[in-house]
């Protein structure tokens, strides 16, 4: 069983369909929110993962765009992107992001996945060992998938909760691509599979991550997209140019 599992789309086609592509062979998909909300196609995003049958969770911005969560929080390029996507989005694929949990736990896969964290799982970046460790304490699984950060990166404790402190326990370590992770039993593990539509590790490329479930393994994947025609629709779109630019560089 392989598992592709992707995140933060971003109403970014281009970069949600190479990275289909790339994971066309597995068996599952998992994609971890914030499926909509900076790019100019979020109903053909919605489409995409939808006629894939994969299994999705709701981000923050998706949660801003149905109305869920505020605004108060986000730039004033992000409430511009919101307000423009609201508008886009067909009522059909409006009702079925709502209808998306923020969370969910695989134990078949031995795995869970939140968009941002445990603790909050609309809300808190996991940016480093010290916001990890209360994360690691919720897992009911071996293993979490998160996205929010639109950064690759493992975590890992031991399993011996006795054993935890405050800052020396979590291993940190962002993934380059290509990365291979061996998951360990005696270990609890958290990766971010990087973003498909917005990366933001200076590589423009979509990222993801294939799990096989039988090998107990985690492969970092990075493909090029036709990150100009992505940038083209933002601009056409009259969304905010940033937007669009930020793509050029993964930044
Ligand atoms: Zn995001």
């Known amino acids: 069983m392989r598992i592709l599992v992707l995140s933060d789309a971003h109403g970014n086609r281009h970069g949600l369909e190479a990275a289909l592509k790339f994971g066309a062979a597995c068996d599952e998909v998992l994609c971890l929110g ?3 909300g900076y790019g100019a196609h979020p109903n053909e995003c919605c489409e995409l993962l939808r006629e894939r049958g994969a299994h999705c969770l709701s981000g923050n911005h998706d949660a801003a765009v149905f109305g869920e969560i505020s605004t108060e929080w986000f730039n004033d390029i992000a409430v511009t992107a919101v307000a423009w996507t609201r508008q886009k989005l067909t009522p059909d694929n ?33 940016l480093d060992e010290g916001i990890a460790l209360p994360n690691f304490r919720l897992m009911t699984q071996p293993l979490l998938f998160f996205g929010h950060t639109h950064q690759a990166v493992c975590a890992t404790i031991g399993i011996d909760r006795a054993q935890w402190r405050s800052g020396v326990s979590v291993a940190w370590e962002p993934l380059p691509t290509g990365a291979d992770i061996e998951l360990e039993e005696q270990e609890l593990t958290m990766i971010n599979p990087g973003s498909c539509g917005q990366p933001r590790d200076g590589v423009p490329h979509a990222k ?8 107990q393994t985690v492969e970092i994947f990075a493909v090029s997209y036709d990150v100009e025609a992505a940038r083209a629709a933002i601009l056409e779109a009259h969304l905010p140019a940033r937007l669009g630019d930020r793509l050029l560089t993964g930044r």
């Open 34 to 36: 914030d499926i909509v």
């Open 208 to 215: 993801g991550a294939i799990y096989d479930v039988e090998a």
């Open 94 to 126: 409006l009702m079925w992001l709502e209808s998306l949990p923020a969370q969910e736990d695989f134990p078949e896969w031995n795995c869970q996945a939140v968009h941002a964290s445990l603790r909050s799982p609309w809300e808190e970046y996991i």
